[in-house]
C-alpha cells in the first residue's frame, strides 16, 4: 500500500519501477489522503480489504504510540442483503430485517471476543498474549483495541430483487446508500452498547458470494441472482456487475459516493483489460483518481494470461498466440493455438 497525500512526489525518479508494476500486473494499492479528512497515521492497511480508522483508537485510549500494530479485526460476519430484498415486501421491511441480522452478527462477535479472551488467557495465542500484555494491563482484556466488522454481499442483486432496478440505475444506488448509512448508525449504536469497537467493511466475499447465491437459489428458485442458474453468485459488497461498462471514470464516478461509506475499508478495482503500454500513463490514472475523486482505497487491474513457455502474456487469452515447439507440446500439452 503506497499513501498518496499532496506532498506526493509524482516526479520521483525512484518510483519509476513502481509505476512499471502498476501498470504491468497493478499489484501495488493506492491509499488517497488527498480528499479525505484522514491522514496516513489514521488509517492502518491490513489486507487488500481491512483499512481500519485509528481515530477510534485515538477516541479510546488519547493517542496511538507504539498501538498501531496492536489492532486489527477479530472477526467478519457478512450480511447476504440479496434475500433480504426477496423477502422484504418495502424498504422499511428491508431495512428492518437488516438490523435483525445484525443484531445476530452483534451476538456472534461477541462470542468470539469472549471465547479469544479467555483462550488467550489460559496460553493458546503465546504470541499474542505477550504483544497484547500492555493492553491488557490498560483496558483489561487483551483484545480491547481490536475491531468486530460486519460486512455485506449483494447489494445490486438486493436492488434488483426489492426495486426491480439494479444499482447502476439512480433509485437502486440511493437505496445503497440510504442501506450503507443504516448499518453505520447501527454499528455506532453497538459500539456505544457494548464498549467494544465496531466497523464496517466491503467485505470480499470470495467463496460466500457463491455459497449464499447457490443457497438461496435452492430455497428460493426465483430469486434473482447474477451468473446462471447453474452458477450463480452475487456481486461484490456496493460494487456494480463487473461486465456493467468499459467505462472506468463511469465506474468512478458511481463509486465515488459510496466507498467513503465504509469505516473498516474497500477496494475499488480500475478494470484495464490489459496493461498499459508506458509507466507514465499508469502515474498519470493513479494521479488522476486521487486528485479528482474520494475513493479512499484503489488498485489498478489489468488483465493478462501466463503461458508455462512464454510467461506473461498481455490481455485475455484462453490458448497462447505463439508458436510452440514439438518438445513444448509434449511437456505442456497441446491445446496452444490461439
Known sequence: TYNITPEFDWDNPALEPEWAMTSRSGLPYWANFINSDMKPEDARSMCCRLRLDQRELRKRIGGLF?????????????????RLGYLAQDEAEFLERLEQLMEV??????????????????????????????TRRRFGSYWS??????????????????????????????LAVRTLEFMRETLARFQAETEHLYNLEATPAEGASFRLARADKERFPDIITAGTDQAPHYTNSTHLPVSYTDDLFEVLEHQDELQVLYTGGTVQHVFLGERLDDWRQARRLVRVIAEKFRLPYYTLTPTFSICPVHGYIAGEHHYCPYEHTEEELARFGRVVQS
Open 66 to 82: 507504539a498501538a498501531a500494530p496492536l489492532t486489527g479485526s477479530l472477526g467478519v460476519v457478512a450480511i447476504n442483503l440479496p
Open 105 to 134: 452478527a452483534r451476538t456472534s462477535l461477541e462470542i468470539k471476543r469472549k471465547m479469544l479472551e479467555l483462550l488467550t488467557e489460559q496460553g493458546l495465542y503465546p504470541y499474542s498474549r505477550h504483544y497484547l500484555q500492555g
Open 145 to 174: 483495541n481490536h475491531f468486530s466488522t460486519v460486512g455485506l454481499i449483494g447489494m445490486n442483486e438486493a436492488c434488483l430483487n426489492l426495486l426491480g432496478v439494479g444499482i447502476a440505475h439512480p433509485e437502486g444506488k440511493a
